[in-house]
């Protein structure tokens, strides 16, 4: 256990003198009888026992020497001792132990030992071995899991006390000095320490006590989730960004793991307290992005954080607007260490599951379109950023999901106002920037992949029969090419846009007859409107201008007034605005 | 008649020697139970001292109570064993017993 013993000397004279007595009269003890033989061989075997230990006790109450036990002194700066170094503090005398050690478990007195050293001894001297460590892992965590054992440790060494801020100082020195990497030793204590306060209401208070990274090492080890462990890790970044009183920070190097590395890491293991970090740490965009040497802890934060399935639209907003607003309006002036990722880059991952509100819901946002539509481009000049852009158009699709563009068999307008809308200012993004190669290709391919399905799956009962069965084959065909084709090269491409115009026809066709068919519903057009569309005709055409004209053709023919036909309009060119975006319209 | 006689004396005595034997066997159980032995763990625990040898000793100490406990119970066995026999071989008219032999 140790290598050392102690004892009471007054009461090892009364051991000793009691096993004299014990041996004496087990050494009387006989019988004759033969049914006591083995009865009386245990005696012997036990007055052997009794009578072996005597020599020992005599020599201890001579504080003498014998083989492998000699007199000691213990001092405070062995941790593992802590309960020994109380006991010779009480008059115990301390001899070393040869015995190999037995496990023994922890007392309240050996809890209030160790409380005792922690609490005033050297702790720098205390935590100087990876076999202490591992010890004090060990005490803690058992400490931590018994109120008796906590309470007896508490009454030497609270848990408001600032000595535990200390401790982690100390424990943060040996990690940041571990030279081959493995830190796991000190980790493990820190999770004993984070074991022991976590269900203390002080442990919040010991952060502005210590060093920001060993409060981030404290706050990943006490259990906290959600708001609390958010609003902690960003009060945490926040006093490590702003710095120190004086000096720097024990991690302020520009090398190796940081404050913002851990508290990003783990946060972003917790939507919830992602999100919560990101509401407190938005008002400061730079140290979000700038403080973490890893970016890629950035980018899982962001990701978890403004994950569009489980965020509000008007949460996500409060934090996406002012870090696109920094993003966009930043000065040069910013370090210009060469990043794995850029900025505009990370930006990209919260914005790419909220592209809706950079186009028809930006007024959600309280930005004007036109400044949403010129912040977005400003993003994606990056070249790092557009290309993510296009990669990350998976993630946009939870939130189209979400928007029903039909609603119990009826088309949803203002969905589809808010598609149409969005379809058109990122055609003008993409355009703007000249990004009209196979990713923008493969891009607009997807989406308009994205919304045919949505309106196919949803295609009226009431629409003639021979359309479907004409149309359906076409919107499926193409599928397997997608996701084979490289992105570049000019028969890739066209093979591309034939893809897409075929969906795009049909998509559209869907749409304008499902319009029409509401809108007949409703009066406002003559019943048997929709069986003049020319389906099978559109099925025959081989390009969207001429499905566009065909589908014109059929809205200006209808007999409504010029509000119905401009609804009409408003679902084509929904749909009919992405391939006029990559120059589809070869009529001009 | 005077057989019979002879014979129900031996048994007597014989019955009479494996009360003796129990008797004694049920003295030295007691003997044991009483012993200081049995009390020396109490002693060496950590009120005396701490640390691997006495961790050992205390181990050996609850052991040889352990044993002498034991050996009492073992004792109070043989002892009932041997009233068991003395008592059947007195009660049962002792000719039984005493024809066997």
Known sequence: MSGFMGYCPEAVRSLRIAMQAAAAELRELTCSDPDAAVAVRSVRSAHAVVDGWVPLLAQLERCGVMDGYVPAVIDASDLRLASLFALQNGGWRMMTDPVASLHRPMTADDARALGDLLASGDIRALLDSDAELSWLSGQLQTVAHDDLLLAALEERLPRSSTRWAGMCDELTVIRLAATDGNTSVVDDVFTGIGAVLRASSDAGRLFPEMEPYSAALLLTSLGWQGAPLGSAAASILQRWWDGPTSGEWIDDAPWGEQTADLLFRHVASDRAAATEFLLHASAYPPMIFTSAADRSTVDALLAAGLDSSQVAADVAGRIIVPIVEWVTDRADSLPTVVPEISIEALAVTMISPWLMHFGALANEWGWEPDEADARLRTVIEDGAANARLVAGLERWAGELASLPLFVDGVVNDEALDDLAETFWRLTNAFEHEEIADGDAARFFVDLAVMVADELIGHLPGKLPQAGADVMMPRVVDGLEALGILPPDGETVREREHDVMETRMVGAATVLVAALTIQLTARGALPEGTVSRLDVAGIARDHSAVAARDRLLAFIEGVDADAATRRHLRTGLNAILNVPYALDLDEEG | ?101
């Open chain 2, 1 to 101: 008649m005077h057989l019979i006689s002879s014979v129900g004396d031996d048994a007597a005595a014989d019955a009479a020697e494996l009360r003796a034997r129990a008797a004694r066997l049920r003295s030295l159980s007691r003997r044991l139970r009483a012993t200081r032995a049995m009390q020396l763990f109490r002693r060496a625990g950590a009120d005396t001292w701490v640390g691997a040898t006495p961790s050992r000793c205390l181990d050996e100490l609850e052991h040889v109570r352990r044993t002498i406990a034991t050996a009492a119970d073992e004792l109070d066995a043989a002892a009932r064993r041997l009233e068991s026999q003395a008592m059947s071989g007195s009660s049962g008219g002792g000719s039984g017993v005493a024809i066997a032999r």
